[in-house]
């Protein structure tokens, strides 16, 4: 299988030379290619991408401000002109930093950090059988074993994702999407799009805020509606 990539740059020559890279390197595969975020964001939203090769310098939105203002995006390597924004980038969990121009070593080289990364990911998906009520994940190199009554929720943060439980917090290289896939739906419901809850453990609802005990989450405002009919459903008593 091999590893989904899109380009985000507005240099027409920095796409030409990034596409040819990608097609000499056997594990990679062009999905799409954007001038700016802003059509990143419409390409990401319609196809299944796992790594996004981004310039910093381009118009109306930069690299930087769009990986600081934008959640649940794929692995990352940078590629820009300007150096001074390495610090910047890896403080964003950016896999590598490569300064234009960049010889095709170099970005072989970036590209095996991101297949490393992505065989990591792919063996770090949740097992979760309908029969048991546990999953297991891996954390800073050990297999953890999470029970269902103990996950407060799941939040989605850059790259990986928190999972809260009664005791503990733990940050894991998973998308939100990817552990909801697995997680049971009489258990979990997600509430905001950064945010999935166990139902069993809410306390209250006061507006739009869920009481989960030692955790409070905001119901997102366009799922507002179907999140309460889902946590109520017929068991709301009235006079």
């Given at each position: ?5 899109i380009?985000?740059?507005d240099?027409?020559?920095a ?5 040819e890279?990608i097609?000499?390197?056997?594990f ?5 290619k954007?001038?700016?975020?802003i059509k ?10 796992d ?14 401000e769009?990986?600081r ?6 692995m990352?390597i940078i ?14 969990n ?8 960049f010889s095709?070593?170099?970005?072989f080289?970036?590209?095996?950090k991101a297949?490393?990364?992505w065989?990591l990911?792919n063996?770090a ?11 297991f ?9 999470i029970?269902y ?10 790259n990986y ?7 503990r ?12 896939d697995q997680l049971p739906?009489s258990?979990?419901l ?5 945010y999935?809850i166990?139902?069993?453990k ?8 869920i009481?989960l005990?030692t955790?409070q989450?905001?119901?997102s ?14 068991k709301?008593?009235?006079?």
């Amino acid at each position: 299988m091999k590893i989904t990539c899109i380009i985000v740059d507005d240099e027409p020559l920095a796409r030409k030379v990034l596409t040819e890279y990608i097609e000499d390197t056997e594990f990679l595969e062009l999905k799409g290619k954007a001038e700016n975020p802003i059509k990143a964001a419409a390409l990401l939203s319609t196809t299944q991408t796992d790594l996004m090769f981004l310039d910093i310098n381009m118009p109306k939105l930069s690299g930087i401000e769009y990986l600081r203002s934008a959640e649940s995006l794929p692995m990352t390597i940078i590629t820009t002109a300007y150096a001074e924004y390495a610090t910047d980038g890896f403080d964003l969990n950016v896999l590598d930093y490569l300064v234009k121009p960049f010889s095709f070593e170099r970005f072989f080289k970036a590209a095996n950090k991101a297949k490393e990364q992505w065989a990591l990911k792919n063996a770090a998906v949740p097992y979760a059988p309908a029969d048991d009520h546990y999953f297991f994940v891996k954390c800073d190199g050990k297999i953890e074993k999470i029970f269902y009554d103990e996950l407060l929720c799941v939040e989605a943060m850059l790259n990986y994702v928190v999972l809260h439980t009664d005791k503990r917090k733990l940050l894991v290289y998973l998308t939100l999407k990817g552990i909801a896939d697995q997680l049971p739906a009489s258990w979990f419901l997600k509430v905001h799009k950064s945010y999935i809850i166990n139902l069993r453990k809410i306390k209250s609802i006061t507006g739009n805020q869920i009481d989960l005990g030692t955790v409070q989450i905001s119901i997102s405002q366009n799922l507002y509606e179907t999140v309460l009919k889902e946590i109520v459903k017929d068991k709301m008593i009235k006079r």
